[in-house]
Each structure stands twice: as C-alpha cells, then as structure tokens.
C-alpha cells in the first residue's frame, strides 16, 4: 500500500477561501516537506518540518509523527494558489524522499 | 537564496539516442544530490542519490549503465540517459539537500520526450 497517502487528490475552491490537504504516513516519518509544482513543473519549497508547525503567509502546516500525518492550511486562497501540492516523508535519516501522489488544486475567481 | 539550477529545461531525442541533463546548486552547501524522475502519471521515483563522502546509490529499478551519473562535487551534478526509450519520457528532478538545514530544493526539471 502507499507509505505515503495524500488526499484529497483534487480539490476545487473559490477564491478566498480555506483549505487543508492532508498527508498520512505508515512509515515513521522523521521529517516531511511540503511542496507545491505550477503547472510547467518546477517545484517550489514550502515547508520542511521535523514534528511540530510552521506558519508562512496565508500557509500553515504541522506534522505529527506520533500520529503519522502532516496537513497544510491555505488561508484566503488566491488564484496563485493553483497547482499540485505535494508532501514527502523521509524514514531512517537515509535522505530518501517518499513522495504523496499530490493534490491538485484549482482555484476559481 | 538557495536555487538548484537544470540544464536543458526540455529535450526530444530519438528513440535510441542518448541525452544528457545538468543540475548545479548555487547559494548553498548540499550535503546530498538526488535525481528524481516524475512520470506522465506525476509519481516520483528515485533514481540516484549521492551523499558526502559515498558513492552515487542507484535504486532498485536503475542502473549506472543506463544512467550514469557525474559529479565532480556536490554542488553540480550531470546525468546522462542512454538509449532512451519511450519508457524513459517524462521529468527528470535534481533535488539538493542543503547543509544544516537539510531541506531539499529541487531544480524546474528537464522534461525529456522520446520519439
């Protein structure tokens, strides 16, 4: 099964309002980061966590590793917003990323 | 800031023929390079990773010779793509974890298409 299970898989939202994606983990997660891909594909850093949480801006994010999830919060949702957002877990300390399958969100105006 | 730059951003090539692509980290330590490829159905998979002071580690399904892999430090890295086939289309990812922080940052990619 997936080590790593992201949801939703998409999610369609209008502008200004509030999200939350959500990561589980069946393996023991040591870190997860947060990244969001635009549409030509480049991948943009949004938070790297050990367990705990992290604001930026309208983002939120926390990682329980006792539990074994990770969430992002979008506040205010702006039509940049839009793309896949993906989590990833590292295990072991060995530098391997586990990556989600991602959520693709829109955001209308 | 930290930047992972990829070199070409896009690249056809016959079935066959063979390509090579760049990543360079600039404005940071990396203590790891890893190469990921995202497939058309956008999964990641690991092809390679280095770490300081070891040997470049290929994952189960790749290999050096279909993939051979040079960098001369942790801050560039280059990959080559031999005999490319269709199976082997998709986003080739340079991810570089930085120092102290450990955070990976990864390049735009390189998007490989084989005809």
């Known amino acids: 099964g997936d080590k790593v299970k992201q949801s939703p898989s998409a999610l369609s939202l209008q502008e200004g309002t509030n999200s939350a994606l959500r990561c589980n983990f069946s393996?023991?997660?040591?870190?997860v980061q947060w990244f969001l891909q635009n549409p030509r594909g480049s991948l943009m850093n949004l938070f790297y966590?050990?367990?705990?949480?992290k604001e930026n801006g309208r983002l939120k994010s926390a990682f329980d590793s006792k539990e074994s999830y990770s969430t992002l919060h979008i506040r205010d949702a702006q039509l940049e917003d839009s793309g896949t957002y993906f989590c990833?877990?590292?295990?072991?300390?060995?530098?391997?990323?586990?990556w989600g399958s991602g959520t693709k969100l829109i955001i209308k105006p | 800031g930290a930047l992972v730059y990829q070199y070409p951003r896009r690249t056809i090539c016959k079935s066959g023929t063979s390509m090579r692509m760049e990543c360079q980290a600039v404005?940071?330590?990396?203590?790891?390079v890893a190469w990921y490829r995202q497939s058309p159905q956008k999964t990641f998979e690991l092809i390679a990773l280095?770490?300081?002071?070891?040997?470049?580690?290929?994952e189960q399904n790749f290999t050096q010779e279909k993939f051979p892999i040079s960098h001369p430090n942790l801050s560039f890295s280059s990959m080559t793509v031999l005999n490319a086939y269709l199976e082997d289309r998709g986003l080739y990812l340079c991810?570089?974890?930085?120092?102290?922080?450990?955070?990976?940052?990864f390049g735009p990619g390189t998007r490989l298409t084989v005809l």
């Open positions: 990833a877990a590292e295990a072991d300390s060995n530098y391997q990323l586990i």
């Open positions: 393996i023991a997660a040591t870190t």
């Open positions: 966590l050990v367990p705990g949480t």
């Open positions: 404005g940071f330590q990396a203590t790891s």
């Open positions: 280095s770490t300081v002071n070891s040997a470049i580690k290929y």
């Open positions: 991810g570089a974890r930085r120092a102290l922080s450990y955070e990976q940052y």
